[in-house]
């Protein structure tokens, strides 16, 4: 598609439930990341995927997170037993992989998660 | 943690140029500077990025002083579509290091 499309916009959940949040990448970009934004703060990087292979995960704030991109190209953020605190804005992001020089990231509009 | 400093909040006329300050001291000599700015309900959106050269395109040019310690975000022109939080961000330019970002500007540009 033309941009990062993330799935859904908006999100409410119950707390203790499990929820998916999903994000389809620019056809060929091969890395995506996951950040996510509470109110007032810039994004805080969560995982990076290379491929299908998560290349650095050490955002995610603990087990409960856990994300997946099974064909390199749509991954699927989960956040198991949510928790009121889990409420934020989920950003993804996709660029190419360069073997030279810089390729800007191409941020999806978000995913805003409540969780009540 | 990022590493630079700016502004909280500022503002601009409308038809005037926007000057956001970034602080960024502890630099390496293999860190570029990244510029990214963030409307409202939208996703961040890339601006421009420099190493040491002042640099130009079609949305902002970017200086940076000759030690690298710092850099200006320069819209010659500002328009209320300009309003939205920039972020400095330093980072090396190998492979996909992810971005890390601090609170940035929030810039409103005033009619």
């Known amino acids: 598609g033309a941009g990062v499309s993330q799935t859904p916009s908006n999100k409410v959940t119950e707390k203790g439930k499990y929820v998916e949040l999903r994000c389809d990448p620019i056809?060929?970009?091969?890395?995506l990341y996951w950040y996510r934004q509470s109110l007032g703060q810039g994004p805080e990087f969560l995982i990076y995927?290379?491929?299908?292979?998560?290349?650095?995960d050490s955002g995610l704030p603990n087990d409960r997170f856990f994300a997946v991109r099974p064909e390199g190209s749509v991954s699927t953020l989960k956040i198991q037993r949510t928790e009121r605190g889990d409420s934020a804005v989920y950003l993804c992001?996709?660029?190419?992989?360069?073997?030279?020089?810089?390729?800007?990231?191409?941020f999806g509009s978000g995913t805003r998660l409540t969780v009540v | 943690d990022a590493k630079t400093t700016q502004p909280t909040s500022m503002d601009c006329a409308e038809g005037r140029a926007a000057n956001l300050p970034c602080n960024h001291s502890?630099?390496?000599?293999?860190?570029?500077v990244y510029w990214y700015r963030q409307i409202h309900s939208q996703g961040p959106q890339y601006i421009i990025h420099?190493?040491?050269n002042n640099e130009t395109n079609e949305m902002a040019s970017l200086i940076i002083t000759e030690d690298r310690k710092s850099s200006t975000l320069i819209l010659p022109h500002a328009t209320l579509r300009d309003t939205a939080v920039y972020y400095c961000i330093v980072r090396v330019n190998s492979g996909n290091t992810p971005l890390v970002f601090g609170k940035g500007t929030r810039l409103s540009v005033i009619a």
């Open positions: 420099g190493l040491k």
């Open positions: 056809s060929g970009h091969t890395a």
């Open positions: 992001a996709s660029s190419l992989t360069p073997t030279i020089g810089y390729s800007g990231y191409t």
């Open positions: 502890t630099i390496s000599g293999n860190e570029y």
């Open positions: 995927f290379q491929g299908t292979g998560a290349a650095d």
